[in-house]
């Protein structure tokens, strides 16, 4: 045993070594959640194109990391070594700073609740729609069967769940126990409860499970763009939640790689006209007017509710709702 | 045998017997193994050549492809070294913790592949017993390289090691102990006569260890960080692609781990055509 450690360590050091001489070159590594990847493909490429002309002496280089929102935070923490964070909901994020990674105020620190681009929860159903889903209270009509992750262990079902939520409690005479029971008997038609946003689409899609898939509008968008327009459609409810994937630069990573600057001028970048067409081409809504009102034939039209003025941000959602003993452990499958 | 011949309806339901069990075991097989590596290449190419060749051109995928050959080529010789040098310990020596040595040599098999995984950033996290040590050093192993290494070394640990101490055990050691008293010095002896005796066994091991260290999923899915170009290696490639509904080009890149897969049965059916005999001799005296 001896022996195979010694040489166990020695392999370490080699590559160790021979990591730490490839890595002279600028980078900034962009931790990401999973369907963004042709987003921040074409956003890289412009920012790459502006930033290496006017700083021709160091060139820069962007890696992209991918995976679950919530398991890319706990790979941060654990030492991924992010510049900047993309990730899915705010809640993540606040992990990071709760690990003092980044400032606790970090939301603030850019335009728009730190969120250059927005989405929405929106209905995936078949073909032609055979079950007539055009809205939230279609969902709980006998015979319907919905398919949506568990919002314990997804952050996007999370999303789900509270759109679900926010339409009953918005309607007239709306109460937070009518909200309870919509949301109850919504969770009673789903037959399977997938612990990740890609296992409900692949039970939806593959499997064939389910007449309608709860899921953001982008990836509603990219799976349909990937399985051919035939096959499935978008139904827009009348309400729905403005899904809000925050962005932050991870100032502790950032400030020990010295990459505090560009990281800064690329989440900004974002913001800029030339970003938020990239954005709505990519089938999330942009937050620029006038790059808004050019892509509106694309976007339905409906009405959004924040998280902050409805459930009074994540903090506060993600204790009531989705704690151990929250509202969903008291309406769900279990109880 | 011949008992079973001796009557006319015996032999015949004897080989309903049979032709029954190979017809059980083609269909098995046929719907486990075949399908699915059929549905692999089928999906690959559903867009066609041109579109196959596009994704397996592009940068993503070629570093793919050469991070997993380059955690490969780090990984197997270790295990190669380590391998012979257990079953070396494990069958000349006599000592105190042999069989508890042994028993960890099979603890990979038994492990969870991803707890493995999560092992090590528990060990070399940025939270974990040595991550700020290692950090203040400037020294990375989770989601670098080095962590996929280590987690491919673990996993692929007992291939070589199961595959000589049965052999090794059942060939003894008179013929090394011969050649030390003819004079032969230690290493004389070790590739004059260990190496000639155990080289097929070893490879095979070697062969069996490689295709494990290029396939291993779960263990580098949790050390990796999933960095684009940097720490991806051809299984989590394929995961990533699938995860972003790129559905054509994950099967794509799993059709080169299915090639490996086909060219890793093709070398083992050569090895066991060629010198069957001697690896038999593994399976029948050693156990």
């Known amino acids: ?335 | 045998m011949s008992g079973l011949h001796a009557t006319r309806p015996l032999s015949w339901r004897h080989r309903l017997l049979r032709g029954t069990l190979i017809a059980l075991v083609m269909v098995f097989m046929a719907v486990l193994v075949l399908l699915p590596l059929a549905a692999v290449f089928i999906e690959a190419l559903s867009k066609g050549v041109a579109a196959f060749m596009d994704v397996l051109a592009q940068p993503e995928t070629v570093s793919s492809i050469k991070l997993t050959l380059l955690v490969a080529v780090l990984a197997v010789p270790l295990n190669l070294v380590f391998g012979v040098a257990a079953a070396w310990a494990m069958t000349r020596f006599e000592f105190r913790g042999k069989a508890l040595l042994g028993a960890f040599i099979d603890l990979p098999f038994s492990v969870s592949p991803v707890v493995a995984g999560l092992v090590y950033v528990l060990l070399f996290g940025a939270q974990g017993w040595f991550g700020p040590w290692l950090s203040d050093h400037g020294v990375t192993i989770i989601f670098a390289v080095p962590g996929l290494v280590l987690a491919t070394v673990f996993i692929t640990l007992p291939f070589v090691a199961r595959e000589l101490i049965s052999l090794m055990q059942a060939q003894g050691s008179e013929e090394e102990e011969a050649a030390r008293t003819l004079g032969a010095s230690g290493w004389q002896m070790f590739f004059r006569v260990t190496l000639p005796n155990i080289r097929w066994a070893l490879l095979y091991g070697v062969l069996l260890c490689n295709a494990r260290a290029m396939g291993e999923f779960g263990a580098v899915s949790v050390v990796s960080g999933h960095i684009r170009g940097l720490t991806t290696t051809m299984p989590l490639e394929v995961e990533m692609r699938y995860n972003e509904y790129d559905y054509m080009g994950a099967f794509a890149v799993a059709s080169l781990l299915g090639l490996l897969a086909l060219l890793t049965l093709v070398v083992k059916a050569l090895l066991e055509w060629r010198y069957g005999d001697e690896l038999a001799a593994r399976a029948t005296r050693g156990h």
């Open chain 1, 1 to 335: 045993m001896k022996r195979s450690s010694l040489l166990l360590f020695a392999a370490v050091l080699l590559s160790g070594m021979t990591l730490a001489g490839t890595a002279a070159a600028a980078t900034l590594l962009n931790v990401s959640y999973d369907p963004t990847r042709e987003l921040y493909r074409d956003v890289d490429t412009a920012f790459l194109a502006q930033w290496n002309a006017s700083h021709p002496a160091d060139k820069l280089a962007i890696r992209m990391s991918h995976g679950g929102s919530g398991k890319q935070a706990r790979s941060v923490v654990d030492g991924l070594p992010a510049d900047v964070v993309t990730l899915a909901l705010a809640y993540d994020i606040d992990a990071l700073a709760d690990r003092g990674l980044l400032a606790e105020d970090w939301q603030k620190r850019l335009p728009d609740n730190s969120t250059p681009y927005t989405s929405t929860i929106v209905f995936l159903v078949r073909k032609g729609n055979p079950k007539g889903i055009r809205d939230w209270g279609d969902l709980i009509k006998p015979g319907v069967q919905v398919i949506t992750p568990n919002p314990k262990t997804s952050g996007g079902a999370r999303w789900n769940f509270l759109a679900a939520w926010g339409y009953a409690r918005k309607l007239p005479g709306g109460t937070d126990d009518s909200a309870k029971a919509f949301v109850k008997a919504l969770f009673q038609h789903v037959p399977v409860l997938d612990t990740g946003a890609r296992g409900a689409t692949n039970t939806f899609v593959q499997r064939g499970v389910g007449d309608v898939l709860l899921a953001w509008e982008n990836e509603a968008f990219l799976a349909q763009k990937e399985l051919g327009k035939g096959a499935f459609e978008i139904v827009a409810p009348s309400i729905s939640i403005l899904a809000e994937p925050p962005v932050a630069v991870v100032d502790k990573n950032a400030q020990k790689h010295g990459t505090q600057a560009v990281a800064e001028a690329y989440l900004q970048f974002l913001y800029t006209p030339a970003a938020q067409e990239i954005i709505a081409r990519n089938f999330y809504r942009p937050r620029l007017a006038s790059v808004e009102a050019k892509y509106s034939a694309q976007f339905p039209k409906l009405k959004l509710f924040t998280i902050d003025d409805t459930f009074g941000g994540w903090r506060a959602a993600q204790k009531r709702f989705f704690a151990d003993g929250g509202v969903f452990d008291q309406i769900g499958p279990g109880s």
